[in-house]
């Protein structure tokens, strides 16, 4: 499997270049020129390991040069402050089935990737014989930055800074970030929201005489965004064990395909999905949910990318996003890997708000995938009535992946396909809005909330957040957007 831009498929990496780097020196991301393929003897293979061990046997034919026993020794250190079933599934009903994404460290979905990472990371510079130390930036709508954080702190070699919007994401996600106290890590505050974080991010990367800068003071620039393609591997394996927890259940006939349903703003998660359906993963219909800030709907429904819209500070606020980075490497997919084509409809994006597929691209994306939105009455209205119907909890943006889900049955009733939805975060990260949901007033700081919610559903306090109680935010820097650069240097001491 070779790598290669999505604008320009001479523009080649090998895994470990892909890793390191993150993104191609032309603003491209790294993808696959092949993908490897899964048969159903290697997914009933799969139904017998653990977790650890489905993980490495998925991720090795995407990361050529690295090989199984290796990976498996990242698996296990990666994935030890998980819980025996990382990713369990919780049935709504004979259909409807929700896989839980967030009992990583950080109870969200990105756990899985930013947990595995820091080990592909530091092993591809070994590979690449780079002793430079690795300086990670990376731009969150809430759960990536904590994620990456809690990765990435104290690993020997590489420094993490992460940017995110300025009362763009929720306090307690805030606090996940701003309480970290490991000297290897800086988390700034942006005055703008996502978009521009990522925008800023993704300006010094492209930025040659930044690079250089860096080098020169032995230092090398990557990514813990999922524009690296190391994030991307391990989301696709999930979806794997998703589909064999199915089967060991008896929740579904082996060899028969599954529904997914994944609530989405920068389009990785669904991404990983789409790969894995394509690697022979039986998955009959992708389902993409967005909340307002619904220019992925749009998308999929019109074949029009337009981001020229009001940009929406919602309650689920990790999918606040007009600027969806990896719809880049399916629309690579979507054009048979013509980098001149993709690199068109992105400069359309940049320069002039908006573009759109051929009306042949457009029929694939329709036939692949279905989309729906969910505004913040319809999010909370089905917290409360999944809550009272199933005594199922789920937080902001799950729910937005269960209305969308509920809409899709109802236009196409024949589709009895057992489905997952991709629960991405514990609804006691938006302790406030979980509450409104429920019909209950609480005052008192964000802890009294935590409280209170555990108190209601009978559901203890994830350690990760009641042990944020004691700390203090050490980071308070704020930021204005022409700011970034200066700020990554002031830290750097350069």
Same mark, same amino acid.
């Given at each position: 499997?070779?790598?290669?831009?999505?604008?320009?498929?001479?523009?080649?990496?090998?895994?470990?270049?892909?890793?390191?780097?993150?993104?191609?020196?032309? !603003?491209?991301?790294?993808?696959?020129?092949?993908?490897?393929?899964?048969?159903?003897? *290697?997914?009933?293979?799969?139904?017998?390991?653990?977790?650890?061990?489905?993980?490495?046997?998925?991720?090795?034919?995407?990361?050529?040069?690295?090989?199984?026993?290796?990976?498996?020794?990242?698996?296990?250190?990666?994935?030890?402050?998980?819980?025996?079933?990382?990713?369990?599934?919780?049935?709504? *009903?004979?259909?409807?089935?929700?896989?839980?994404? %967030?009992?990583?460290?950080?109870?969200?979905? #990105?756990?899985?990737?930013?947990?595995?990472?820091?080990?592909?990371?530091?092993?591809?510079?070994?590979?690449?014989?780079?002793? #430079?130390?690795?300086?990670?930036?990376?731009?969150?709508?809430?759960?990536?930055?904590?994620?990456?954080?809690?990765?990435?702190?104290?690993?020997?070699?590489?420094?993490?800074?992460?940017?995110?919007?300025?009362?763009?994401?929720?306090?307690?996600?805030?606090?996940?970030?701003?309480?970290?106290?490991?000297?290897?890590? =800086?988390?700034? !505050?942006? =005055?703008?929201?996502? *978009?521009?974080?990522?925008?800023?991010?993704?300006?010094?990367?492209?930025?040659?005489?930044?690079?250089?800068?860096?080098?020169?003071?032995?230092?090398?620039?990557?990514?813990?965004?999922?524009?690296?393609?190391?994030?991307?591997?391990?989301?696709?394996?999930?979806?794997?064990?998703?589909?064999?927890?199915?089967?060991?259940?008896?929740?579904?006939? %082996?060899?028969?395909?599954?529904?997914?349903?994944?609530?989405?703003?920068?389009?990785?998660?669904?991404?990983?999905?789409?790969?894995?359906?394509?690697?022979?993963?039986?998955?009959?219909?992708?389902?993409?949910?967005?909340?307002?800030?619904?220019?992925?709907?749009?998308?999929?429904?019109?074949?029009?990318?337009?981001?020229?819209?009001?940009?929406?500070?919602?309650?689920?606020?990790?999918?606040?996003?007009?600027?969806?980075?990896?719809?880049?490497?399916?629309?690579?997919?979507?054009?048979?890997?013509?980098?001149?084509?993709?690199?068109?409809?992105?400069?359309?994006?940049?320069?002039?708000?908006?573009?759109?597929?051929?009306?042949?691209?457009?029929?694939?994306?329709?036939?692949?995938?279905?989309?729906?939105?969910?505004?913040?009455?319809?999010?909370?209205?089905?917290?409360?009535?999944?809550?009272?119907?199933?005594?199922?909890?789920?937080?902001?943006?799950?729910?937005?992946?269960?209305?969308?889900?509920?809409?899709?049955?109802?236009?196409?009733?024949?589709?009895?396909?057992?489905?997952?939805?991709?629960?991405?975060?514990?609804?006691?990260?938006?302790?406030?809005?979980?509450?409104?949901?429920?019909?209950?007033?609480?005052?008192?700081?964000?802890?009294?909330?935590?409280?209170?919610?555990?108190?209601?559903?009978?559901?203890?306090?994830?350690?990760?957040?009641?042990?944020?109680?004691?700390?203090?935010?050490?980071?308070?820097?704020?930021?204005?957007?022409?700011?970034?650069?200066?700020?990554? %240097? *002031?830290?750097?001491?350069?």
């Amino acid at each position: 499997m070779n790598f290669v831009s999505t604008r320009d498929i001479n523009k080649t990496a090998n895994s470990a270049e892909a890793i390191a780097y993150g993104l191609a020196n032309d !603003g491209g991301l790294f993808a696959p020129l092949t993908l490897p393929n899964f048969s159903l003897e *290697d997914i009933a293979y799969l139904s017998q390991k653990s977790y650890s061990e489905l993980v490495a046997f998925v991720a090795e034919p995407f990361l050529p040069g690295f090989i199984y026993e290796e990976l498996g020794a990242f698996t296990n250190c990666a994935y030890s402050n998980f819980p025996s079933n990382p990713a369990p599934i919780v049935s709504l *009903d004979e259909k409807t089935h929700i896989l839980e994404l %967030f009992h990583g460290p950080t109870l969200a979905f #990105k756990d899985f990737a930013l947990s595995l990472l820091p080990h592909l990371l530091t092993a591809s510079l070994k590979k690449l014989n780079i002793s #430079k130390t690795a300086v990670i930036l990376a731009a969150t709508s809430g759960d990536t930055g904590s994620a990456a954080l809690e990765g990435f702190a104290n690993i020997s070699g590489a420094k993490i800074c992460v940017f995110y919007p300025q009362g763009g994401v929720s306090n307690i996600q805030r606090l996940q970030m701003t309480s970290k106290a490991e000297t290897n890590v =800086k988390v700034i !505050g942006i =005055k703008g929201n996502f *978009d521009d974080a990522q925008s800023g991010v993704k300006n010094i990367f492209s930025d040659f005489a930044v690079g250089a800068k860096l080098e020169e003071a032995g230092y090398i620039l990557s990514s813990a965004n999922s524009i690296n393609w190391g994030r991307i591997v391990p989301q696709i394996a999930y979806y794997f064990s998703a589909y064999t927890n199915l089967v060991n259940t008896g929740k579904l006939t %082996f060899g028969k395909p599954m529904n997914v349903v994944v609530p989405t703003g920068n389009f990785g998660n669904i991404l990983a999905a789409y790969y894995a359906k394509k690697c022979g993963l039986p998955i009959h219909k992708l389902i993409c949910a967005s909340n307002s800030n619904n220019v992925l709907t749009n998308f999929i429904s019109t074949g029009v990318y337009d981001r020229k819209r009001t940009f929406l500070a919602t309650i689920s606020p990790s999918m606040d996003i007009l600027i969806s980075s990896n719809l880049e490497r399916f629309l690579f997919e979507l054009y048979n890997h013509d980098g001149e084509a993709v690199k068109t409809l992105i400069t359309a994006l940049a320069e002039e708000g908006r573009y759109k597929i051929t009306h042949e691209a457009h029929k694939v994306v329709e036939e692949l995938i279905y989309a729906g939105y969910a505004d913040d009455k319809a999010t909370l209205a089905i917290i409360k009535e999944t809550w009272q119907k199933y005594g199922y909890l789920s937080d902001t943006h799950t729910a937005v992946g269960i209305k969308v889900y509920r809409e899709y049955i109802e236009k196409n009733s024949n589709d009895k396909t057992p489905t997952i939805i991709a629960a991405t975060a514990s609804p006691f990260k938006f302790a406030d809005s979980t509450l409104e949901a429920l019909g209950v007033s609480a005052l008192g700081d964000d802890f009294e909330k935590l409280a209170k919610l555990s108190e209601i559903s009978g559901i203890a306090i994830p350690k990760p957040l009641g042990n944020l109680m004691n700390k203090e935010e050490c980071h308070k820097t704020l930021c204005n957007l022409n700011e970034m650069k200066s700020q990554l %240097f *002031d830290w750097l001491k350069l």
